[in-house]
């Protein structure tokens, strides 16, 4: 850094920019404080769901409670993780994810561009029925639409947990909608001009500047379905078609639980996610960077 | 610059009326994979909740629903319970609605920094969103222990006597506030993507004319994020009267000590998986649905006022 | 974008197969499709840990009875209510599952009644051996489930704990007030020692001693319909009081506060201070806490439940019990299962793993099971008179009893002066009772 500024001092120009740089540092230093001092907020409970995963059964409700196991039960990993199949869930659950990312991006993508771009009567009051259709629980249509999966012949398969994705998701849309309207018009009215149809429009121009939402789209349903407990419950009934979800609950009872494993099967199922989430938002920047399309 | 563009429209108005209807078809086709959904899949069910909440209807029975009128309706009118759930749906979403709003904002500012390691801390952030509720209920209720949770004998550290939280009914609901910012990283990766979308040149522009940095975000960045504020409001509003799954690991169930947090979902869950009363709690959805419905619209007939669009085509 | 959803397809077409081959039924599935095997579905809400016993409890029948496959589907205990309703109602049930209906509503649930295949088979229900096993699966005579269970109260005390504070261990002939002289001593809050262990809304004198009763009150009558009348009863009044004294006059159980700190609230609270090694003495449930017991990390022991001098004892106890669903379509199957799992021949597979108490008495002789110190303490209590728990016999307790819960909320955080209790009680159970008179008036319209 000595060196730098010492380099930097022989030119004019540079001198009048050196308070920014000084100032860009503390701007920096601040910043980096900031966000160390909330990770550990934000850590904690996550260390603390480390050491619970890590000790004895009966160190767990011990009262004073035990921060630091001892002994370090690293055989919890291994006890919780061949305590069930959780290769065939994960197997089962990837699958599940892979089918409703694709449905989901492929779906809200298309709908969200009738909502946010094509005129057409009728637009905004479906916009708000579709938002209306996120305010009635599930619980209350569980079973009605159990009983319409099971005429269709679904139940037990697959199907009802893949096939809605295809069909959109509102709360996406909505995210889609939102972004997409942030959008200057000009492009697609530019475009138009070289001739491009509605789609083309659709897939080469907007969609490539979309990439923040749509990652954000994958990003988080990878979670939901990842996470998703009553829809599996619900609908599968045969023990090798079960996923991660209804696998870690499985270590949670009325009367007895496993809290060690709970965690320490938390803990790995976490890793894909996070390892998602780091690369797409990698993708995100690259997306914004390499389309400089800017109004 | 949207004032360029309409020079440019009265070539195109010649051939609106071919257009239009050409477009009225695609916006249609567009839209179609969601309309097809919602009446094969969506419809239905909706409209047999809607039917049963003029029944009553034991679903752990094997009798058929019977049809009771309003009953479960005005029945809810007079459930002291019922109003209660209402008053501790609004107190949350009163609290946690605007502060996630305004930490998840500042969070994603400084995460949008470009310098290194952010990637890092993005992802760390949004950590908490990703571990499955379970999980994250149980954690909470360690650090909400009275005596040896992490809050308080931190809160002892600075010479506070901390409350007993869950335990208390005057203190569980704040619980639950805290507890819900801890998943804000959430909300932030969103904020995240509009942020990224305003263009670097406007700040360069707004900082050569002396604009400090509080003006460049009043001026800069909360309007064009308008949009995405929007959205999280409006998600906000929707997700305060679905909070479910952590309450229930928090309170066994119960709703706390004297209903302190007995949420709307979660007294609808007890009508309709504990108690059964099917019809009863699916007229409790229609009416939680018609309240959230209304604070909705109210918030998309004001955003006009506040939600500032690149492109503005009505 | 187009790289992207390239991976993704990528994945699909590696992951189909892997999963397709999962669902291709294996030699020995087919085999037995050839062979005209029936297929019956059996559903549990048990956590992995006692999974093998189910296991194994469907594997022996699967020896006995070559032509039927058994499945058994263990569902998290979280969603459990959640999905046998919602597949019920949907019509899909399971041909066998643990079914918690109140007798009364039997007659209108979706459990099979039983008594012509018991008749069939000659099944005797008397190898069941508390009739109160009986009271919870019949209603009017006729039988709707089978029990798998049947968990017992008794006393559970910390050896350790008792000798190290030099007080003499529980006998059989203790009396209540010996329970709370030895607990005062047990007790010493600061080091976050107490004598008894407690559980919330009541549970310490309903749900799992039968405390309530030996005072010679009840929350609810018999049949569950009324309120008044027993809920605001001099003897309720005084196990309340009792209730109240043990958390705030004598202060031998942990306060709330610190309760939460052993388990969240309705999941595993049961027995955890116990187990911990905070709690010196705890009213276990025989079938769910043995399994724990196993690990506690200090001596242990078990009497019979106290009572007041000169009352009678009571049992506390309660099945759990299997029903077959109306709609299946392997009555004949499903029926077989259920005689299996309830006799005593699955109740010596049972007896091995000790997860629950088997509910037979050929079991408890065979394996001597009466003669180990540890179960004596359920053995003895077989005799005693006993009732149905409230929330068992009232079908609409659930939906009624919260101004009752948050009484008992209101006395662990002392806010309600015990002077007051009478008046309490008489407003609540007022507010039951109409609850009740709704919810009935309903159900008969």
Redesign the interface.
């Known amino acids: 850094m000595a060196e730098d500024s010492g380099r930097l001092s022989r030119t004019s120009a540079v001198a009048v920019r050196f308070p920014i740089i000084r100032g860009c540092l503390v701007y ?1 230093g601040t ?2 404080a ?2 160390i001092a ?2 550990v ?6 260390l ?2 480390l050491s619970t995963a890590l000790k004895p ?2 160190q767990i ?5 035990v921060y630091l196991p001892h002994p370090v039960l690293w055989s919890n990993f291994i006890d919780a993780l061949t ?2 199949p959780f290769a ?1 869930y994960a ?2 659950t ?2 599940l994810v ?2 409703n ?2 449905g989901q991006v492929f ?1 809200c993508t ?2 969200a ?3 946010a ?5 009728g ?1 905004n009051v ?1 916009f ?10 599930e ?10 999966y ?1 005429t269709l012949g679904w ?2 398969t697959y199907l009802p947990l893949t096939v ?1 994705s ?3 998701n509102a ?1 996406f ?3 889609l909608r ?2 997409m ?6 492009l697609d ?1 530019a475009a138009r001009l070289d001739g491009c149809s ?2 083309q429009i659709l897939y080469r121009i907007l ?2 500047l979309c ?6 789209i ?2 988080y349903t990878f ?1 939901g379905v ?2 998703d ?2 829809g599996p ?2 609908y599968l ?5 079960f996923t991660l ?2 696998g ?12 060690n ?3 320490a099967a ?1 803990l790995v199922i ?1 890793l894909p ?2 390892v998602t ?2 690369f797409a ?5 690259g997306g ?1 960077a390499s389309f400089g399309v ?2 | ?2 004032r ?2 309409d020079l ?1 429209r009265p070539a ?1 108005r010649r051939r609106r009326g071919r257009l ?1 209807r ?10 179609s ?6 009446l ?3 419809a ?3 409209l ?2 809607l039917g ?1 909440s003029f029944t009553d209807w034991n ?1 752990s029975s094997a009798q058929a629903p019977a049809w009771i009128g309003l009953r479960n309706y005005s029945d809810l009118v007079n459930d002291e319970y019922f109003w209660t759930a209402l008053r501790v749906t609004f107190v949350y979403a009163l609290l946690s609605v605007p502060l996630n709003l305004i930490v998840g904002l500042f ?1 994603s500012m ?2 949008n ?1 470009k ?1 290194r390691g952010m ?18 209920a ?3 209720l ?2 909400f ?1 009275p ?2 949770g ?1 809050l308080n004998v931190i809160l002892a550290k600075v010479g506070i006597a901390g409350p007993a939280w869950l335990s208390d009914p005057a203190w569980a609901l704040y619980a639950v506030v805290i507890m819900s910012l ?1 998943g804000v ?1 959430g909300g932030a ?2 904020y ?3 942020l ?2 305003i ?1 670097a ?1 406007l700040y360069e522009a707004a900082s050569i004319d002396g604009a400090g940095r509080w003006a460049q975000l009043r001026h800069i960045t909360l309007p ?1 994020l308008s ?2 504020i ?2 999280l409001l ?2 906000g509003i ?1 997700g305060a ?2 909070t479910f799954t952590t309450v229930y690991v928090l309170t066994g169930g119960t709703g706390g000590p004297e209903q302190s947090v007995l949420f709307f ?1 979660l007294y ?2 007890q009508k ?2 504990q108690d059964f009363q ?1 019809g009863y ?2 007229a409790m ?2 009416i ?2 018609a309240i ?2 209304v604070l ?2 109210l918030v ?1 007939k004001s955003s006009p006022l506040w939600v500032h ?3 503005e ?1 009505t | ?1 187009r790289r ?2 390239a991976v ?2 990528a ?2 077409v590696v ?2 197969p ?2 397709r081959s ?2 291709v039924p294996s030699t020995a599935t087919a085999a037995r499709a050839r062979a005209n095997i029936v297929t019956i ?1 059996w559903w549990n ?6 999974q093998p016993t189910y296991q194994a409890l469907a594997r022996a029948f699967m020896k006995q009875y070559p032509h039927i496959a058994v ?9 459990y209510a ?2 046998v ?3 019920i ?4 049930g ?1 041909d066998v599952w643990v079914n918690s209906h109140t007798p009364e509503q039997y007659p209108t649930s979706p459990a099979q009644p039983l008594n012509s295949f018991m008749a069939a088979d000659h099944v005797n229900p008397n190898i069941w051996f508390q009739p109160a096993v009986s009271n919870a699966l019949t209603y009017k005579g006729i039988y709707y489930s089978v029990p798998r269970d049947m968990g017992i109260s008794a006393l559970a005390y910390n050896v350790d704990a008792f000798n190290k504070a030099h007080v003499a261990l529980p006998t059989d002939r203790w009396t209540l007030m010996d329970m709370v002289a030895a607990a005062k001593k047990l007790t010493n809050a600061s080091q ?1 020692h107490w004598g008894l262990n407690y559980e919330g809304g009541f549970g310490t004198i309903t749900d799992l001693s039968p405390i309530l009763w030996d005072f010679g009150g009840s929350f609810v009558s018999d049949d569950g319909h009324k309120a008044v009348g027993y809920m605001d009863s001099p003897a309720t009044i005084k196990a309340v009081q009792f209730d109240w004294d043990l958390i705030n006059t004598w202060k031998v159980v942990p306060p709330a506060t ?1 309760m939460g ?4 609230a ?3 609270a ?1 027995g ?2 116990f ?4 709690a010196a003495l705890d009213p276990i449930d025989g079938d ?2 043995i ?2 017991l196993k ?3 200090f001596k242990w022991g078990e009497a019979i439940y106290p009572t007041l001098p000169g009352h009678p004892h009571y049992a506390y106890l309660y099945p759990a019990g299997y029903s077959m669903w109306r709609g299946s379509t392997h009555k004949k199957e499903a029926w077989a299962l259920m005689k299996f799992i309830s006799s005593p021949a699955a109740n010596a597979i049972v007896a091995k793993t000790l997860f629950w108490t088997p509910p037979t008495l050929a079991t408890w002789k065979q394996f001597g099971l009466d003669k180990i110190s540890v179960w004596a303490a359920f053995w003895k209590t077989r005799t005693f008179q006993t009732k149905l728990p409230p929330w068992i016999a009232a079908q609409f307790w659930g939906d009624c009893t919260t101004p009752l819960m948050n009484l008992s909320d209101k006395i662990e955080r002392d806010v309600v002066a015990r002077a007051a209790i009478p008046a309490q009680l008489k407003a609540i159970a007022q507010k039951v009772q109409s609850c009740f008179d709704r919810d009935y008036a309903r159900l008969h319209r």
Do not use: C
């Open positions: 920096a910043i980096y900031l966000l909330l990770s907020i934000v850590l904690l409970p996550v603390w769901m059964q009966s409700f011990a009262f004073p409670p305590a069930q065939l197997r089962n990837l699958l892979v089918i990312v694709i779906s298309l709908i561009y009738g909502f771009r094509l005129r057409f009567p637009r479906l708000m029925i579709m938002l209306a259709t996120l305010l009635i629980p619980q209350i249509t569980m079973i009605p639409l159990f009983v319409l099971r139940v037990g809605p295809f069909f959109g709360f849309i909505f995210l939102q972004y309207l942030t959008l200057p018009y000009e009215e509605t789609w969609v490539p990439f923040p939402p749509l990652t954000i994958v990003v979670t990842y996470n407990f009553l419950l619900i009934s045969d023990p090798n078609t979800a209804i870690l609950a499985n270590f949670v009872g009325r009367y007895t639980s496993q809290w494993y709970l965690m938390s976490l996610l996070l989430y780091y938002q990698r993708h995100l920047i914004i800017k109004g | 610059m949207a360029t563009v440019a195109i239009a050409k477009e009225m078809l695609e916006g249609y086709l567009a839209i994979p969601w309309l097809i959904g919602l094969v899949f969506a239905l069910p909706i047999a909740s049963l679903a969070l400084l995460l920094q310098l990637y890092l801390f993005r992802t760390l952030f949004y950590l908490p969103s990703v571990i499955a509720g379970v999980a994250t149980t954690l909470w360690w650090i222990n005596i040896y992490l801890w990283g990766v969103i995240l993507a509009g990224q979308n263009p040149h064009l949009p995405t929007l959205f409006v998600m929707i009267f679905q979902m609808l869950y309709a998986f099917m709690a699916s959805a229609w939680g649905a959230a419905m909705a619209l998309f669009y690149e492109s085509r | 974008m992207l959803f993704l397809i994945v699909v992951a189909v892997m999963t999962l669902s579905t809400p048990d956590i992995v840990a006692w499945q058994v589907i263990n569902i998290p205990e979280s969603g959640t999905k309703a919602t597949n109602a949907g019509g899909k399971p976050h610190v700190s052993f388990g969240i309705g999941s595993s049961q955890n201070a187990l911990a090694g905070n769910y806490a399994g724990d690990s506690a990390s």
